[in-house]
T-cell receptor
Framework: EAGVTQFPSHSVIEKGQTVTLRCDPISGHDNLYWYRRVMGKEIKFLLHFVKESKQDESGMPNNRFLAERTGGTYSTLKVQPAELEDSGVYFC??????????????FGSGTQLSVL | DQQVKQNSPSLSVQEGRISILNCDYT??????FLWYKKYPAEGPTFLIS?????DKNEDGRFTVFLNKSAKHLSLHIVPSQPGDSAVYFCAASGRRGSTLGRLYFGRGTQLTVWP
């Protein structure tokens, strides 16, 4: 069974440009999460989808970030325009619907975003 | 306003010895705690967890201890092996009224186990 897939694995862009990150969750997983780790800091929650609906987006830093999950399958996270402080590793995670155990949360390998 | 703190950014241990990784939290609403292990260029993977109704949970070489009154937990690895070298993240969640999957992480501790 394929795990959570993210791409690109790395992205280097200039300040002011737009970047779109993609996440393909494990097949059948209705819950999809985005997290971010800025260098040396903790991994921080960004938002949570249940199917195509945003369940919780309280962790989104500002309105330059837009997450979508059309059709309830893969998700995209767009940063427009990117700023220097957006640099970090963006992780996606997924879990099955109704899952009550946090350990059944599976993470992707992340996208390393560098804004220059 | 970091709610989960791992104050040791790194730990170096000889193979065969015990590794003890520490974690403190501030939010008394947290009632479920997890440890994740992360290798370079990979995502975090679940290692072991503990519910607040317990004070110890064991899985092979890994044991997690929880001291609720001190808001402190620790991960013990015995015996440590070179393959255990990774970044270890402590994470917490509150089951009551919180979103499943929303975890609060610490900054991680880089464990290096040398032969």
């Amino acid at each position: 069974e394929a795990g959570v897939t993210q791409f690109p694995s790395h992205s280097v862009i200039e300040k002011g440009q737009t970047v779109t990150l993609r996440c393909d969750p494990i097949s059948g997983h209705d819950n999809l999460y985005w997290y971010r780790r800025v260098m040396g800091k903790e991994i921080k929650f960004l938002l949570h989808f249940v199917k195509e609906s945003k369940q919780d987006e309280s962790g989104m830093p500002n309105n330059r970030f837009l997450a979508e999950r059309t059709g309830g399958t893969y998700s995209t996270l767009k940063v427009q325009p990117a700023e220097l402080e957006d640099s970090g590793v963006y992780f996606c995670a997924s879990s099955q619907d109704g899952e009550t155990l946090n350990e059944k949360l599976f993470f992707g390998s992340g996208t390393q975003l560098s804004v220059l | 306003d970091q709610q989960v703190k791992q104050n040791s950014p790194s730990l170096s241990v000889q193979e065969g010895r015990i590794s003890i990784l520490n974690c403190d939290y501030t939010n008394s609403m947290f009632d479920y705690f997890l440890w994740y292990k992360k290798y370079p260029a990979e995502g975090p993977t679940f290692l072991i967890s503990i519910s607040s109704i317990k004070d110890k949970n064991e899985d092979g070489r890994f044991t997690v201890f929880l001291n609720k009154s001190a808001k402190h937990l620790s991960l013990h690895i015995v015996p440590s092996q070179p393959g255990d070298s990774a970044v270890y993240f402590c994470a917490a969640s509150g089951r009551r009224g919180s979103t499943l999957g929303r975890l609060y992480f610490g900054r991680g501790t880089q464990l290096t186990v040398w032969p």
